[in-house]
């Protein structure tokens, strides 16, 4: 689909009526000729031969997709794409289901995350003790120069 998404792009999809699919619509569909793959391509045509079919291409392809593709293996419909991340995603995903995966995807973070929460609040406290500290010396100054002018 380069360039308009590059390979490796974590795509938005969203849930889209077949019948509201217009040419030009990139879709993302479950390919008949491959079962274990999601495909985002761009429809170039569509047919109404007694059900709903697409015709789509890929942009970095120079034909058509060898098989029309049915509106039932339709997912959805690409709105938004975030070129690279889905490399990303990927490799993660691989690693998230093992134990060192999770402590390192997951509970690191919330650590880091929780640890500088409370480290912020606890500084806060330090930074308005300080400052109560500092106006009660100046208020103890101001009532001592009162006494001594009064």
Not at 13 to 33: C, H, N, Q, R, Y
Request: charged share 20%.
């Amino acid at each position: 689909m380069e360039p308009a998404m590059p390979a490796g792009a974590l795509a938005l999809m969203l849930p889209v009526d077949p019948e509201k699919i217009v040419v030009g619509d990139i879709i993302t569909f479950k390919p008949s000729w491959d079962l274990d793959v999601t495909v985002s391509h761009r429809v170039i045509e569509i047919l109404h031969d007694g059900q709903l079919l697409f015709d789509t291409k890929g942009d970095a392809m120079e034909g058509s997709d060898p098989y029309y593709v049915s509106a039932e293996n339709v997912y959805g419909k690409v709105v938004f794409n975030i070129p690279y991340l889905g490399f990303l995603v990927n490799g993660a995903l691989k690693y998230i289901n093992t134990w060192w995966g999770f402590c390192l995807m997951v509970v690191m973070p919330s650590v880091i995350l929780f640890g500088s929460t409370v480290m912020e609040i606890s500084r806060s406290r330090c930074v308005r003790a300080k400052r109560m500290k500092n106006w009660q010396k100046r208020q103890r100054w101001h009532k001592k120069a009162y006494k001594l002018l009064a």
